[in-house]
């Protein structure tokens, strides 16, 4: 299959996190252009991506072989009336955004080859947990090249569309949960005497060894979870339990479709 162009419409966070992966694999596209209406965004990635084409409109990003929609949900429909008569037939479509669905683009794009994917941060190292879905009319060699390419992202698995928003917290927004905590861990054990180094050392491997006891040694998590008899802040649990059912809850109500 030949090498295919990708426009961007949307230089975001995402948008940042995808090139940023590709350029370490070292991937090869035709072109790649990006569009968005803050110039200094622009001008940024330029800075970072030399390489990279800029556009003066959603309609000019949508003109590629491949087109990312990289925006948040309440500006993606009246994106769509935008570039409707630019797209065709041959356009691939990857909505990056939860909550509209691939029915809901394909009532205003006049395409059959629609994909939705919710990426992970973790891709800006190539080791993203991206699961993906796509429209019911799409071939399977379009679907393999997609993956294929996606997969230089980290990994990344087809999945019911149905499920896109609970992987949305599960994984792309998991991260949010732990980081400020390992940081503020690392924090305290430099006061405490510490250096950052051996602070980083050991929240690094004791988080993987702690992981692959839950879920990879075949014990109950009850049975994991009493194998530390001193719980610091065992006390808290509930309360942050409470947070977790609360937030997470509401957030979910928030971006299903």
């Known amino acids: 299959m030949k ?97 509209i669905t691939i029915a809901k683009i394909a009532s205003v794009l006049p395409i059959v080859q629609i994909v939705r994917l919710i990426p992970n941060a973790t891709s800006i190292i190539n080791h993203g947990y991206n699961p993906v879905s796509f429209a019911p009319g799409m071939s399977e060699v379009q679907k393999w090249y997609i993956l294929e390419m996606l997969n230089l992202l980290g990994h990344t698995f087809e999945a019911a569309e149905e499920k896109l928003e609970v992987y949305a917290l599960l994984s792309a927004m998991l991260p949010t949960y732990f980081w400020f905590q390992w940081h503020e861990l690392e924090n305290i054990g430099s006061e405490l005497g510490l250096s950052k180094a051996e602070c980083r050392e050991s929240i690094y491997e004791t988080m993987n060894a702690a992981l692959n006891t839950m879920y990879r040694s075949a014990m109950k998590p009850e049975e994991v979870m009493d194998l530390i008899p001193v719980k610091p802040i065992g006390e808290n649990e509930e309360q942050i339990k409470k947070i977790y059912q609360e937030k997470l809850n509401g957030l979910f109500q928030k971006i299903k479709p």
Do not use: C, W
């Open 3 to 99: 090498t295919k162009s990708l426009g961007f419409i949307g230089g975001g966070r995402i948008t940042r996190i995808f090139l940023q992966a590709f350029a370490h694999k070292k991937a090869i596209f035709e072109s790649i252009t990006v569009f968005d209406l803050n110039t200094e965004t622009l001008r940024d990635l330029k800075l970072k991506f030399p390489y990279i084409q800029t556009a003066g409109s959603a309609e000019e990003a949508a003109q590629k072989d491949i087109v990312f929609l990289a925006l948040h949900p309440p500006v993606i429909m009246e994106t769509l009336e935008k570039i409707k008569s630019t797209v065709n037939d041959q356009t691939i479509f990857i909505s990056l955004a939860p909550k």
